[in-house]
């Protein structure tokens, strides 16, 4: 089975491969970084490169985890945007796990290409950036390695992952039946109610459970800070794994909740309605940039409790200053890492959310028809962007500071009264001007091309 068949032209999977080539990048920057610091240790004989290797390498595996979950909704919505014609293949005799592995194998050459081409342009940035710190000395000079084995292990890293996400993304193929087709509709088929109640109950059980097992490290730091941070990284990460596993159920009331500040003119009704018409599109629009944000917070988040609880305790003025500075600049270095996370998670959305208009261009043509303006078209797609990305961005900033001070709290509560806390005031406001951006680019340009096809035309564009 060919497959463009299946999914069409290249680009609806170009946010696969744009995913794929920034986690490309991303890990080629921090392997070869880390080969560069290892060497240097090496000559000096310290051991600080095996443990900013071991460093860089959590790192690329939070940004596979988002890339990953990014990729899974991209292909969702590629699929969904296309289940009337998959109702036809089916019609014609395709079976739905031969329609399924189609999308895998796309799904795989998209993103080993993305990948391939983003190891080769981090890899030589990151050389030419050490050949100009090599000659303006501030590297010393060694025999540095060009390439590193483990940029290959990166590469094959990210292609499964990207393979796996387009199978698990590609779920609503085999829900698709031949009478779809014949009946001219092919929506999604609900999950079965049985497998909706064992994922509510999941997801439950690990968002309590896993919030229970937060707050008790966060008391066992006011004794045993070792134990009390493993059991808050257990409790954040048991909570996380629900959120994620029942995020069909939480997003959709978080984006209600918000919604409902648009206004009541016909684009703000409008706007609403189609947030929150398709659950399981808002789930996919929104959980990556939930998770970016919510990594890039709890940083930032956890940094700033430190800094706050280390200048409480007695020191003399030296000390008292120079354990901030060197709090500072971690924090500085921790965020601008973790930070490639969430700008994976905001090309998803705006890819997302780029095509879902596409694929409503009938919807809107209507609109069209019925009255509405190219204005009021533009306000309903800007302010549908709000509702998802507002929503997405206060949830994840809400989460960050929750699980930050948290974390916090274990590692330091025994030598700080009451309860250690810090609102990063800056990088929250660094995060509430990038999500205005976000919506300024995830809204525009599809407007644009939404408003430019004149209704009639639109009207004859198939769903």
Avoid at 79 to 98: D, E, F, K
Wanted: proline content about 3%; aromatic content about 4%; some cysteine.
């Amino acid at each position: 089975m060919r497959r463009n068949l299946t999914l069409g032209s290249l680009r609806e999977l170009g946010t696969v491969g744009l995913v794929a080539g920034l986690c490309g990048a991303y890990a080629a920057t921090l392997i070869m970084t880390s080969s560069i610091l290892m060497t240097m240790s090496e000559e000096s004989g310290g051991s600080v490169g095996l443990l900013l290797g071991i460093v860089a390498g959590v790192f690329i595996l939070i940004a596979l985890y988002v890339g990953a979950v990014v990729i899974v909704g991209a292909v969702d919505t590629v699929v969904s945007g296309r289940l009337r014609h998959i109702a036809l293949l089916r019609l014609l005799g395709a079976r739905g796990r031969q329609l399924r592995t189609s999308v895998m194998r796309g799904t795989a050459t998209v993103g080993a290409t993305g990948a391939l081409a983003g190891v080769v342009v981090g890899t030589l940035l990151t050389q030419v950036v050490r050949a100009v710190l090599v000659a303006r000395d501030t590297l010393p000079t060694a025999d540095y390695a060009w390439v590193d084995p483990q940029l290959a292990a990166a590469f094959a890293a990210i292609t499964v992952a990207a393979t796996i996400a387009g199978w698990m993304g590609s779920r609503g193929v085999l829900r698709v039946t031949p009478a779809a087709a014949l009946a001219g509709t092919a929506a999604h088929t609900p999950a079965p109610r049985t497998s909706s109640l064992w994922r509510a109950v999941l997801a439950g059980t690990g968002i309590v459970g896993g919030l229970l097992v937060l707050a008790l490290g966060a008391l066992l730091g006011e004794s045993n800070p070792g134990v009390g941070f493993v059991l808050a990284f257990c409790g954040a990460a048991g909570s996380g794994t629900g959120l994620l596993i029942g995020a069909r159920f939480v997003i959709p009331r978080v984006v209600s909740a918000f919604s409902r500040v648009l206004g009541s003119d016909p684009a703000s009704v409008v706007a609403r309605r189609n947030a929150l018409l398709d659950p399981l599109r808002t789930t996919r629009s929104t959980m990556g940039l939930v998770i970016g944000v919510t990594l890039v917070t709890t940083f930032a988040s956890g940094m700033s409790a430190l800094r706050a609880s280390v200048n409480s305790w007695e020191m003399d003025p030296a000390q008292a200053a120079q354990a901030d500075q060197a709090l500072a600049v971690t924090s500085a270095i921790l965020i601008c890492i973790i930070v490639i996370s969430a700008i994976i998670a905001a090309v998803g959305f705006v890819s997302t959310m780029s095509l879902t208009v596409i694929q409503r261009h009938r919807e809107i043509g209507l609109l069209r028809s019925l009255g509405f303006t190219r204005r009021q078209v533009r306000t309903m797609i800007t302010k549908e962007s709000i509702a998802l990305s507002a929503s997405a961005v206060l949830f994840g900033i809400g989460l960050g500071i929750l699980y930050g001070t948290a974390g916090a709290q274990s590692l330091v509560g025994v030598e700080t009264e009451g309860i250690v806390s810090g609102v990063p005031v800056a990088t929250l406001l660094v995060i509430a001007a990038a999500g205005a951006l976000l919506v300024l680019v995830a809204s525009q340009r599809p407007a644009r091309r939404a408003i430019a096809i004149a209704p009639v035309e639109a009207l004859r564009i198939e769903s």
